[in-house]
């Protein structure tokens, strides 16, 4: 069945890395393909840890420089779920030495450096993937499915958020493994690329491109220790992130993302109106879809709360019976067997580079908002 | 508009006493009829609080005797919101003395006593009304009217229950004002005719007759001081009552009551499965009603939260406007206004005294079933 | 007990008059207070309306010309449940005739007519009050309290939106009784006025002043068919209205109102993120208050789903018992005795017109926002 | 780290075949063990079928016999995922061949197989234990914990139901592939062995030994085709299963199982209700513990819905980070490396042949009330 193989390296073995690790082992588990993945090394800079990823996840060598590890012979794909700082030059060099690349997201810390990687994996024609894993929860690929049918009609409003409280703490530090996300130097952003881009790009994804941005962003706590250098340095990425959009389409939106609202984990929530029907979905019921269809009878309409278990709903047929979920890491799953899909046709995986490189130009343009004080572009 | 007086004396100025004096303020706030109410006398053995009721609710004079207020030339319908054990005595007086009738539920302590109120109201021919209020909050209504349109199809599966927390504390008494339910002689049985006989009344109305049961009852707490004894006393009503039933349509069920379900204040939830449809609705959230159709499109198909709140739902366009609820004390505004309207008419407002025998029946067949071990007949 | 006569002249026979009157009769049944209201003139200008509202709701007389029933003798109060156009002139002149006052919400169409309706009130000292029930919602009350104990700490983020969906047919007309919300002469705007002046309200009441905003308005269909002309006109009213909004406290809002969200008919919710706790609310399922409290065993702790409706919560010790909700209209209840109480005592009732100004002051800079493209301020 | 070998040999390679060689593989990933699961040979009737799921999930041989399965040197542990009619032999087979034993639930098809295969594991003292997986999902296991911790108080009531609506249509056949469970033959009965024996676990892993019930059961659908003989066959399982009990510890409880609950997909839920405290949790989403502590402040009290994706939540420090979730299958993962830890210690994983007999006594009290009409005892 899988007769060609796909050799892969992976930088990084982090929260991420293991995702991603969990992907290549399960996607031929549930879903077929001529495709065979075969996981050849794990890169990192501490190679203790580096081992123990490769031990556990059955890696076959581990590399602690990316640089020989893209240099490789035996390696087909680069993947790459190191801190953002490192996402530039890794694709870049990975490109030029003629490999596959799939990228954590966002692509690059700004719009600049995603250019110059969309540049780099297009002139070298090498395949390419961010991973904008939320598109293949179920309960969204089953929204865009009923959008595209057209269920909606005219669309009049998008929101979303996503909203965590885990930076409250004002002892928490800033820098360093885990807790470089607060690190503005290696991150790039805070909230905005973080959880605003996850939030961004399906909303590109299912209602099309965003024409412009008012946004918002604070940093409620200004200096945090630093875990590398040992000193209180001043926080340089956005705590909380908002902002109101117009889409191309004509519908408004409003976006959200923040560290600060107390109560929520991940509570990654998106909402489309159109005029005819209404959907809703949220992360942390993520097998859930909530959908309203104006032209059920009157008296016995209401918001339908679909458990997308089914085997006619989008890759359950992969999965149990109905009535039994699937988690979080599925999605990655899904991503893979999709991209090796994509290795087989015409069609590429997406969203490829190009694709996130629209989610990065519209949060350059939230955080240019942010100073202006205008509304700002969002237009390539 | 209201040509017609309907001079009301009311026995009872606790909890269903003032429940019933709103509605018979609020019915033509919000209600056509030939009749208008005019409240003559409010019935208590405390003078000093009949006054107060009086006062506050507008009933024009006060008796301490429900023997002289059944007598009173003026009054055309006694409201029996008495404790239990006055219902049998008060409703054959007034059917009696030729007084239309309004009872609160249970009708009489036992089958027998409801049994012979039947008996006199059809003897004088007298209208009557039990108290079942649940039957009219606009979710159940609605509920009534999808089963009798057909939409379920054949019923496989009935299910309900009634959970509330406040006797589990051991100090609390029992006896007297407030605490009557608790004093097997005054109310009959425990949660069995105080709970249980709401979910039984909207059963055999949704779901028809019911034909056997098998039932079981504790009393987890066996003694509670008595307050109008101040003694210790025995506790001879039943704090929980379970019991399967088999319907008369070949549908099984699972009621279930209970005063010591930590969490719940008045958690009366139903369902029912049928071949194509079912529903589900909960008196914690009383304006909504869960409603699922097999015949949706299966890849968007789940349960409906229908908010009821719509001009084309029951009673709602006689309210505000859709998405604004209305509250528990709305249900025996309905009731009161179809009570009017059956007046008007050849058609009884449900359920008369006779419809609320039935209940009885079963209550009494689920008391009997928990002593002998065995299924029990419900039928008359 | 009610010694003091309070005689009320309402102008207005809608949606809100059928509220007020509603509340007039049902704040005596529930709460004590030396004032008794009496229901002297119902004003419209439909003198058969006018008559069928006297006769339902017990009004003793009807007016058609507003002006004759501010000059009557024999009234204490005018109610202003009229269209917004309406609420200047009426609220100027019952001030000086020294009528209390209480005022459908928002005060005036703009900032500048609320500014000179308060200080007619101011100056001729009478008490006033506008109608912004959100705040007497039991679940609501709640939350003031919570938040005033200090129970959130330190306030990061507010979210509040009010989606409806009934204006998104095209072939609905403006203007007319019904309709003069989508008539911007009569209105004054569109949804920033209908339904974000009450988010806005409950915000400030519970997050105190906001500074500054950026807002931006839509108006999807640009021509609708007016009933009082009969011909086809441009629509002057914003259809949907959503902004940012940083509160003076240094937290950061979304704010969003339309009427063009498919399934949702009056989902009024609001959301306040603390340094240790969290609250949300919404309007389908008022009885509600979500609560989440950090101090809470972490293994255990999760939202609250609070059902509002204990004796020891605000308001309920008035109504039923344990689990039994209340409606909508009881925020009007609560509302208007609580403005009897403020007559007996120092402390007015809140909203007056001063406090209901800084809502305007909110709104008008959200419009002007919305045509600068700029952040405005939305202080005094 | 993984030092010894554990060589599996599987026998079914269908629904639950698929979700044992998914914990076989994801154990490691996740958890540290001494042991290194290797999957030798996995066993089915259809050698085609059997070789496919060799190739997906890694199995190095396989076998069309069980008995040479059972009789290979190079195999430690069997585990049984074939239909319930070849529990019994392969069980008590693969004990006398001293081989370690792990079987899908029920044990056997009634409780007197289950007592010889706990004899026979019982005298050859080989490892040994059923997947009655709810246990290891998160949420069930925090419900254990809390319980355990005493923060229940005494407990009065359990509740338990398993809905399904799958076999409503009475054209679906019975017997053969994925529809053994319709044939009584191999299945022993219907949803009381399905689905019933689940919620009997659970609920005496939780709230102890069950003393008597009283039971009914229906079949709604008299006769199907059997696909492997065509001929239309009366149907001898029992569609539906409901059941009252009592506890030994004195609570009440009702149970009920049914394939004919239209809208349910695998709707398995369970409350208990203490004198303190109160849990409920549902299959349908399964990383949500529902849960009510009398002990909150009374205003503020509330049943809290937590989210069970933290680290200090059981299992769950070995997946992603707060707010994702994980799917049903992990459930298997979790009971497998546990499994292995109990290999490790002294104390074996539950729950044994010996644990999982007691659910069978109950299945069979329920079974034998439903025709008696009588309670029975449930005890050994």
Redesign the interface.
């Known amino acids: 069945?899988a007769a060609k193989k796909l050799r892969i390296g992976l930088v990084g073995y982090g929260?991420m890395g293991r995702?991603h690790?969990?992907a290549f082992?399960q996607a031929?588990?549930y879903f077929d393909s001529e495709y065979e993945p075969e996981l050849v090394a794990v890169c990192g800079r501490d190679k203790a840890n580096a081992e123990v990823h490769a031990?556990?996840?059955g890696f076959s060598s581990v590399e602690t420089d990316w640089r020989k590890l893209v240099e490789r012979d035996d390696i087909d794909l680069i993947d790459i779920a190191a801190p953002n700082d490192m996402h530039h030059d890794i694709a870049i060099a990975a490109a030029e030495a003629g490999k596959m690349i799939m990228c954590e997201k966002p692509l690059g810390r700004n719009a600049q450096e995603s250019q110059e990687m969309v540049d780099a994996v297009e002139k070298t024609g090498v395949a390419n993937m961010v991973w904008y894993n939320y598109r293949r929860i179920p309960a969204v690929t089953?929204a865009k499915?009923?959008i595209d049918e057209g269920k909606?009609g005219k669309i009049?409003?998008y929101?979303a958020?996503f909203?965590?409280?885990?930076t409250?703490a004002d002892d928490l530090p800033q820098g360093g493994a885990g807790l470089w996300r607060l690190d503005a130097g290696v991150a790039g952003s805070g909230v905005t690329g973080d959880l605003l881009a996850h939030c961004i790009d399906t909303a590109i994804w299912l209602n099309g491109p965003i024409d412009n941005v008012?946004?918002?962003t604070?940093t409620?706590i200004k200096e945090r220790m630093h875990t590398l250098t040992g000193n209180v340095e001043p926080v340089g990425i956005d705590d909380?992130s908002?902002?109101?959009a117009?889409f191309h389409n004509?519908s408004?939106?409003?976006f959200?993302a923040?560290r600060?609202?107390?109560?929520?984990?991940?509570?990654y929530t998106l909402e489309i109106?159109?005029?005819?029907?209404?959907i809703m979905w949220d992360?942390?019921?993520?097998h859930?879809?909530e959908?309203?269809?104006?032209s059920?009878e009157?008296?016995?309409?209401?918001?339908?709360?679909?458990?997308v278990?089914?085997g006619?709903?989008p890759y359950m047929d992969k999965?149990?019976?109905?009535?039994?979920?699937?988690?979080?890491?599925?999605s990655f799953v899904h991503q893979f067997a999709d991209f090796l899909t994509g290795l087989e046709g015409d069609q590429p995986a997406m969203p490829t580079f190009r694709d996130a490189l629209a989610t990065d130009l519209v949060t350059d343009a939230v955080l240019k908002s942010a100073q202006t004080?205008?509304?700002e572009s969002a237009g390539a």
């Open positions: 069945m929260f995702v690790s969990n082992h031929s588990h031990e556990r996840w089953l499915q009923i909606l009049f409003h929101r958020k909203l965590q409280d885990w409250i008012s946004g918002v604070e409620f909380a908002l902002f109101l117009r004509g408004l939106a409003t959200e923040t600060y609202a107390r109560g929520h984990k991940a509570l109106n159109g005029e005819n029907a209404s992360l942390h019921d993520l859930r879809l959908y309203f269809d104006h059920d009157g008296r016995v309409r209401g918001w339908r709360s679909i458990h278990t089914d006619d709903q999965w149990w019976v109905p009535g039994l979920s699937i988690g979080y890491e599925s004080g205008q509304w």
